[in-house]
Structures are given as C-alpha cells and as structure tokens.
C-alpha cells in the first residue's frame, strides 16, 4: 500500500534541502509531489508550483488543495490533491511539503499520512532567514513568531525531526529512516 509523507516546518528549518537530498537518494521509491504559492520564484525551485493570487483563490474555492494556508503578508501555499492522488494511483510512496497548522486539514482527506515535523532552534532559524534576504524584516518576524507558536504543534506528528546547521547529516537520516520503514 502507498504511503504518504507530509513534511512540515517554520520557514527556514531547511526543509527544500532535506527534500532535494532525499529524493536524490529515493528517486525509486518516493515521488515529491510540489505545492503551489502566490510568492515570487527564488530562483530554481522544484518543489513549488508558481500562481497568481487570482489561481491561488479560484483552486481554493474549487476545493483542489488538500491542505492550504494564507499568510499576513500576502503569501498562500497549497497542497493540490490531484497530484498525489494520481502518484497514489500509480502505487508510489509521496512527500510533500505543508505548511504550519496544515497537517489537520491534509488528514482530513487522508487520514493514513504521516505527519514529520522539522523544526530548528529560533536563533538558527533568524539567521537562515536575514541570510537568504528574500523577505521583508517584517515577513522574517512573522515567520519567527509563526516558528515558536508551531512548537505546540509538534505533538500531533507521528515525528518530530530537530535540524540543526551542524545536524544536517543526522536530520537526513532520520528522514530515510521513516520513510523506509515498513507501514503500520
């Protein structure tokens, strides 16, 4: 039986790295399925999907996204069912990202999905953030305060996976771990 696999975290606990080195390494078994957003490109980016604002909303209100999420700031995320439905049809394990406070509404449409929460210090997490100078001071704040109200979140995973700079290689292979266990 296929597996699902939801990933999800603050802003800037290094989830696209994870995800990229991952799925170079279970490029066989494990197919990423992206998520859509209303922000600008940063460059090459795999795991998302650009939109307007206009598709954002017309995809909501047709009720395509499994799970979904607009933020203060003008920016919304969503997790589309087709594409992990159809990579279920074909018999393929998924991983995909989802965003803060998401996980309740994607088990609503699939109850069987593993929840893996990636969290990293806040501190780490700051100075990831001013580093990729891609978001206002304001946008970095909020997603600060986002990244300490999830802590009260991390129960309702079935894992919790802690990435620290100096961790990457352990993260990683708490990743491969869960997702080459066996189900059940």
Request: aromatic content about 8%; charged content about 25%; glycine content about 6%.
């Amino acid at each position: 039986m296929s597996r699902i696999f939801l990933l999800d975290g603050p802003s800037g606990t290094g989830k696209s790295t994870l995800v990229q080195r991952l799925l170079a390494e279970c490029k066989d078994t494990l197919e990423f399925c992206p998520r859509l957003t209303t922000r600008a490109p940063r460059g090459v980016e795999p795991d998302y999907q650009f939109v307007t604002p206009e598709r954002f909303e017309e995809l909501r209100a047709q009720d395509a996204f499994a799970a979904h999420r607009s933020f203060e700031f003008g920016m919304s995320y969503g997790l589309p069912r087709a594409g992990v439905e159809t990579a279920l049809s074909h018999g393929h394990d998924v991983l995909a990202l989802i965003d803060l406070g998401t996980l309740e509404q994607a088990r609503r449409v699939w109850p069987q999905a593993v929840g893996i929460f990636l969290i990293s210090p806040l501190d780490e997490l700051r100075q990831r953030l001013v580093a990729r100078a891609m978001n206002t001071s304001e946008q970095i704040e909020e997603r600060l305060r986002n990244a300490e109200l999830a802590l009260k979140l991390a129960p309702a995973y079935d894992f919790v996976v802690v990435n620290r700079q100096d961790r990457l290689e352990q993260s990683l292979d708490q990743l491969r771990w869960i997702v080459s266990r066996p189900a059940g």
